[in-house]
C-alpha cells in the first residue's frame, strides 16, 4: 500500500492544483475607513461556459489521520472553493491528471484561516475536515452538463501526517 505524507498548504507548491486562499501578505487596499484589510480577487473562479456561480454550505464527517484514500474526483466544467466556516484544520488531497485518470497523489494539511479553490478538471479526494463540525461554504459551478467524474483508485493510499 502507497504512504503519502502530508506537506504545510503553501501558495507556491499547491499553485498547479488550485489557488490558496488566505489573508497573507501586504492587503490590497484598505477599506472601510483603513479598518478592513482587502485581500482582493484570490481565486481564479471558472464557472465554465453555462454555468453560473452557486454558494452551498456543506457539512461534512470528520475524518482522522491516517486516513485512507480510496476515491479520487474532479469537475471537468469549473472550479470548486471550499471555505471553511470554523478555524479547524481540514486535508487536502489533489492529484495530476496522467492521461484521463488521476497521477500520483499529493495531501496538503490546511491551517486554520486558509481555504482553497480548486482549478477546473482537477483530480482531487473529497472533503475531508478534521474535526468537528465540519461546515464549509463552497463556491462553485451550478448548470446543465455532467461535471462530476470520480475514480475509484485500484489501490489504497494512506495518508499520514508529515
Known sequence: MQTIRTKPLAA????PFGD????????????NAGLCARF???ARLDFGPGGRAGLSIFNARARA?????ELLERHPLGS??????????????VAPDAGGTPGSPRAF???????INLLR????????????????????RIG?????????????????SD
Do not use: C
Request: no cysteine; glycine share 8%; aromatic share 8%.
Open 12 to 15: 507556491a507548491a499547491f499553485a
Open 20 to 31: 490558496v486562499l488566505e489573508a497573507a501578505g501586504t492587503p490590497d487596499a484598505l477599506i
Open 40 to 42: 482582493h480577487d484570490r
Open 65 to 69: 489521520l491516517p486516513y485512507r484514500l
Open 80 to 93: 470548486q472553493a471550499f471555505i471553511p466556516m470554523t478555524a479547524a484544520p481540514f486535508l487536502v488531497i
Open 109 to 115: 494539511l490546511a491551517a486554520p484561516g486558509q481555504a
Open 121 to 140: 478538471g482537477i483530480w482531487h479526494g473529497v472533503l475531508t475536515p478534521l474535526a468537528t463540525p465540519g461546515l464549509f461554504a463552497v463556491i462553485d
Open 144 to 160: 446543465p452538463g455532467a461535471n462530476l467524474e470520480e475514480f475509484a483508485l485500484p489501490h489504497a493510499v494512506t495518508v499520514i
